[in-house]
């Protein structure tokens, strides 16, 4: 099969929305994106043996690859409307790339977001996609906006997917699914888009993640341990292993946002899906509270690539 077929076969044919004027096929797609409203554009490559393990299901990797970026964008405060997709194939495999597009194109219907161009080539096993939303100008959520005095809320869980890879193997499917099929808070990003004062999504690790915030706008944080929205796989576990979980471990997709406490009080009732988790402090770092009362640093670590 070349190149054009299975691009014809497992990409193209999908109806093309209306701001996108022109979709597949020619040398770039065009789209219009609506008035007022500035565009955010994220990136994000999925490598085999790092991103996602040897032999995982290639509907798994397809939902994946778009779910991280789609988590971009909820960090961003945006609505998604489409993305290119960037393929390089060992060879071939047709079983794999229909695989791939299952996983991809229900992630991609759940959110109506729609695929307009992209790349395929051959070479080792990489998925790479270029995402693109939209947010009232002036309104998207940036990392350097934090205040002193602001709340801190997470919208997901944590620690799941990290405890999902610790197993490996012998993870059970719900703990995997964590890992293979994170859900990108896009709903929450929405909701705090020109609310909260600053957002990222948590990739890499909440300490990590939320340590980019504090860098960029030049403040520290107090985090209460036991408000951590620990994922339910995590309570089995004794307390201190799920908390470094929790705060150090990577692919959650989690968002964590600060807000003026009068935003998050009349955000408070309507978000489900939101808890607080600290302040916002003038310096000092990340630091944690337990159960006790006790504060501790906690370092900024989480998954780094290099
Ligand atoms: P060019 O040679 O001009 O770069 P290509 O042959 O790479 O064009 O691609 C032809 C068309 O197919 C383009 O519109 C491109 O956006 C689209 N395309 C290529 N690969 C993919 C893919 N993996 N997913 C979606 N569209 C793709
Ligand atoms: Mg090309």
């Known amino acids: 099969m070349t190149e054009f077929e299975l691009i014809r076969k497992y990409f193209q044919g999908k109806p093309t929305p209306s701001w996108c004027t022109l979709g597949i096929g020619d040398d770039a797609a065009l789209i219009q994106p609506p008035a007022g409203r500035e565009l955010a554009l994220c990136s994000d490559t999925l490598i085999e043996g790092r991103h996602f393990p ?5 509907a798994d990797i397809g939902w994946k690859a778009l779910a991280v970026n789609l988590s971009d964008l909820a960090a961003m405060g945006a609505q998604p409307l ?4 960037n393929l390089s194939l060992p060879q071939a495999d047709e079983a794999f790339v229909a ?68 197993q490996g193997a012998d993870a059970p499917p719900a703990l995997r699914a ?3 099929r994170p859900q990108p808070q896009l709903a929450c990003g929405q909701a705090l888009a ?9 990739s890499d690790g909440f300490a990590a993640d939320l340590g980019h915030v504090l860098k960029a706008s030049g403040c520290g944080a107090l985090i209460e341990l036991e408000a951590l929205p620990l994922a339910p796989a995590l309570r089995a576990l004794p307390p201190g292993e799920a908390q470094t979980l929790a705060l150090h471990g990577g692919d959650d997709y989690a968002l964590v946002a600060t807000l003026a406490p009068a935003a998050w009080a009349s955000l ?11 302040q916002i402090q003038h310096e000092g770092g ?13 370092p900024l670590t989480g998954y780094s690539h290099f």
């Open 54 to 58: 040897v032999r995982t299901a290639p």
């Open 82 to 85: 489409g993305f290119l997709l």
């Open 99 to 166: 695989g791939l597009a299952d996983g991809l194109f229900e992630l991609a219907a759940q959110h109506d977001v729609a695929l307009i161009g992209g790349d395929t080539t051959r070479g080792p096993l990489s998925i790479s996609i270029t995402a693109f939303g939209h947010v009232a100008a002036g309104q998207a959520l940036r990392r350097d906006g934090a205040k002193p005095g602001d709340v801190i809320v997470v919208a997901g869980e944590l620690g799941a997917a990290a405890l999902a890879l610790q």
């Open 178 to 180: 964590y890992l293979d």
């Open 194 to 202: 020109g609310v909260a004062h600053a957002a990222v999504d948590v």
């Open 268 to 278: 408070q009732g309507r978000h489900a899906g939101l808890c607080a988790v600290g």
């Open 286 to 298: 990340l630091v944690g509270r337990d159960g006790q009362g006790k504060l501790n640093p906690v």
